[in-house]
């Protein structure tokens, strides 16, 4: 019964870390893509270039984060 418990405890351990991991990953994501739409917001007003630029910069730069980051994501799935 006690091996159950301690089972039990670690895989809520387990949960629990993996859903904060989550949430703070999320949470960089967020101020990330928010930071680089300010950025090219105020570069593209001072300078008024083209909006189809404006969007493919836009784009480019939030697909480029993707591909970086991606591989960030590892496999910590140890039993």
């Known amino acids: 019964m006690s091996n159950d ?42 300078t008024a270039w083209p909006r189809w630029a404006f969007y493919a910069m836009l784009v480019g730069g939030v697909a480029l984060y993707v591909t970086v980051t991606a591989a960030w994501v590892g496999g910590d799935d140890e039993p």
């Open 5 to 46: 418990t301690a089972r039990t405890s670690r895989s809520d351990r387990r949960r629990v870390r993996t859903v904060v991991s989550g949430v703070l990953r999320l949470l960089g994501d967020l101020l990330a893509v928010s930071l680089w739409v300010l950025l090219l917001t105020l570069l593209f007003l001072e």
